[in-house]
């Protein structure tokens, strides 16, 4: 009877331990469901970095308005650079861009032009004798009576002082001659009074051709060279 009590009580041990060699742990309540999510969480996340949201909209508008307010305002201040603020016509600067870009034309295109140096007479005596601002008025009257003598394709730009020059297209070298001397007489009959005395200015014009072979510098030396023949012929006819 002993025997068989410890065999039973072997057998019941054993039994148990078996039960408890093939019983798998149970997963914490919530472990596998939080990986899950965590997976979930991190895929939102790499698909929310490829969309665009409202606030990157509203920030590209915002940029894009800043770069045309930038582009706008570095156009007027080349154009300010370029342009004679006292007879709102190109300076120096912005003339020579203009003839250097047309001459370019000319050559692709084997197009025609001629260039005219015109130098105002006695401009000095008149600021000496009435003063700066009777030169300006003069400069202003002048460059509207060049302005009535050109076409709107043509270029007037101010050399500096009393020196102008003007861009003309599609002329002949007769008929650009002959506008030069049509800019000279319109010129020649303005009068301005200053303090009870009438004056007057007077101009002298010289031309240079533009063809596919000319160079800048080399028209403007030809047609400024040409403006000074043409003074002392004027002085020697007076």
Do not use: C
Request: without cysteine.
């Amino acid at each position: 009877m002993r025997m068989k009590k410890k065999t039973t009580a072997a057998a019941s041990g054993v039994a148990k331990r078996r039960k408890g060699t093939t019983a798998a742990p149970k997963p914490a309540p919530g472990k596998t469901g939080t990986k899950k999510t965590g997976a979930k969480r991190a895929g939102t996340g790499v698909a929310g970095r490829g969309a665009v949201t409202s606030g990157d909209k509203s920030t590209i508008r915002r940029l894009r308005a800043q770069l045309a307010r930038a582009q706008a305002r570095i156009e007027e201040l080349q154009a300010s650079a370029e342009t004679d603020f006292l007879l709102d016509i190109l300076n120096r600067r912005g003339f020579e861009r203009e003839l250097a870009r047309s001459l370019s034309f000319i050559k692709r295109y084997q197009a025609s032009g001629a260039l005219i140096v015109l130098d105002v007479d006695r401009l000095k005596p008149i600021n000496d004798a009435f003063g700066h601002a009777a030169g300006d008025e003069v400069l202003k009257t002048i460059v509207a009576a060049l302005s009535d003598q050109v076409r709107a394709s043509d270029v007037i730009g101010r050399l500096g002082g009393d020196e102008f020059a003007l861009l003309l297209w599609n002329l002949s070298e007769t008929d650009a001659r002959a506008k030069a001397a049509a800019l000279e007489e319109a010129i020649d009959r303005l009068t301005f009074v200053f303090r009870d005395r009438q004056v007057s200015a007077g101009a002298s014009a010289g031309v240079a051709i533009l063809t596919a072979h000319s160079d800048l510098d080399r028209v403007l030396d030809e047609a400024d060279r040409a403006m000074y023949v043409r003074k002392a012929q004027r002085r020697h006819e007076s």
